[in-house]
């Protein structure tokens, strides 16, 4: 048992810089600089005709037809509309609700593509430091709960741009040159999706210590291990628990190769085709810690599979841990009675003043059930869309920010229940004669006699 424990002790020692399965694309220099040419057409005349006669709605004070809506600020991308959208539009196509979230990530990308513009010539150094000295502004406003969110920026990047544009003037206008939102947001999300991985495995890595340190402090305690819930064979405790710390290791390792794969970089692909401009993509790959731009721009704004691949790992990781909660709430039960939760790791009931519950565990159980459906959204959601980017995919970021928080959480209260947990020893071994547990040594017993095992 003593080699088992040092095993599994040492298997806790992964970080996030581990290479395996790395791609070989460092090895190949993009070239996604094929523009498709747009044609401009006349402007679009868009007509709004009420088709709802309802009087109670006419006769609203304020209400209005899908019409022009006043005092609206003209979009970033507005230049060829007459009119702006209206209000039903605007607030159900709108993200900076949710993808406020990235604000952090998207200040990273745009510094490193300021400074990548002006080493290429297409800024000058002057626009720069502004530009960077406005981003830092803006971030402590965000950070310092300053920053004022405008849905009708409608996203995380608008906003930021809008309100750079605001403060600096004329250079902010720059900073979108050889840039679509499309590279831009998936910048971001990857970004943001790789330090997520770095503190799922920092919360994974606590859980690990917890449960070998329960370990430790169990050993030698022998309790009956069970197959279809019926008495099976004796275990040792530490065995039992250590098998816990061995799938949470599989679930880091799935969470290092996901971040591997992760880990390369579409700015520069802009809207889906590149740009004919001379940017140099391997410099804000290198800037943002990305291992190399991605080789083809197309997929570059148009795939999630890495997110899918994220979520599917969070929903194993979930999968273990409702595992190891259904093992606790039924072990802490009058039946089992093998654990006792101490106070601070349980609730009462408002009619029964007996109970003792262990709630952490059972609704660990049941938030699986949330990263398990935030898995099957986001593959839904992928499964018809053509190449390349679609609106649909502004859907993408909510399931992955509650897997996130949701998976996170499991962590830690599995952790905080496994440094708040006693064995009852005394209940355990006289669990123990009953079942016929020793019937399988019996047996072993009589081969090393001369016994046909099946007879």
């Known amino acids: 048992m003593e080699s088992h424990l040092l095993t599994s002790s ?5 970080s996030s810089s581990a290479t395996a399965g790395s791609s070989a694309f460092n090895h190949v220099k993009p ?5 498709s040419s747009f044609p401009v057409c006349g402007k679009w005349k868009i007509g709004a005709q009420r088709v709802c006669s309802v009087k109670a709605m006419a006769a609203s004070p304020g209400a209005q037809s899908h019409g022009q809506v006043p005092n609206k600020e003209a979009k970033l991308w507005g230049g060829r509309f007459e009119e702006s959208v209206t209000d039903i539009v605007e607030k159900f196509t709108e993200s900076i609700s949710f993808d406020k979230e990235l604000y952090k990530h998207d200040i990273m990308g745009s510094k490193a593509h300021a400074s990548m513009l002006a080493a290429q010539g297409l800024m000058s150094a002057s626009d720069r430091d502004s530009i960077v000295q406005g981003l830092d502004e803006i971030q402590k406003k965000i950070e310092g709960g300053e920053f004022v969110w405008r849905t009708d920026r409608e996203d995380v990047h608008m906003n930021i741009e809008a309100a750079l544009i605001d403060m600096i003037g004329e250079p902010a206008k720059k900073l979108h040159t050889a840039r679509s939102r499309n590279d831009q947001v998936l910048t971001d999300f990857r970004l943001w999706c790789r ?6 495995l920092a919360s ?7 449960l070998l340190t329960l370990a430790l402090k169990n050993e030698g305690l022998i309790v009956p291990g069970y197959t279809h819930l019926q008495r099976a064979q004796p275990v040792l405790l530490s065995h039992l628990l250590l098998a816990f710390v061995e799938q949470l290791d599989r679930d880091a390792g799935r969470l290092l190769d996901c971040r591997t794969r992760m880990n390369f970089s579409p700015l520069g692909a802009c809207a889906l085709a590149g740009t004919g401009l001379p940017i140099d993509r391997f410099m804000t790959s290198d800037s943002l810690g990305f291992t190399a731009p991605m080789r083809n721009s197309i997929d570059a704004v148009s795939d999630r599979d890495f997110v899918l691949e994220f979520l599917s790992a969070n929903a194993i990781i979930g999968i273990h ?3 190891l909660g259904e093992e606790w709430v039924l072990w802490a039960s009058e039946e089992f ?9 349980s609730t ?4 029964m003043p007996q109970k003792k519950n262990p709630d952490p565990m059972e609704l660990v159980r049941g938030k699986s059930a949330r990263v398990v459906g935030d898995l099957v959204t986001l593959l839904t959601l992928c499964k018809g869309l053509p190449l390349a980017y679609n609106r649909d995919l502004q859907e993408d970021k909510e399931p992955v920010f509650d897997s996130v928080k949701t998976i996170v959480g499991m962590l830690e209260v ?13 209940r355990i071994e006289k669990a123990l004669p009953a079942g016929y547990l020793d019937a399988t040594t019996l047996a072993d017993y009589l081969v090393k006699k001369g016994v046909s095992f099946k007879a």
């Open 10 to 14: 040492s298997s806790l020692l992964y």
């Open 31 to 35: 070239h996604c600089s094929i523009i």
């Open 195 to 200: 330090d997520a991985i770095d503190r799922i």
């Open 204 to 210: 994974v890595k606590h859980l690990q210590v917890a």
């Open 321 to 323: 841990l409702s595992r």
């Open 337 to 345: 009675g093998f654990i006792t939760p101490s106070d601070s790791v």
């Open 348 to 351: 009462g009931s408002s009619i």
């Open 414 to 426: 599995s952790a905080e229940f496994a440094q708040n947990i006693t064995f009852n020893k005394q």
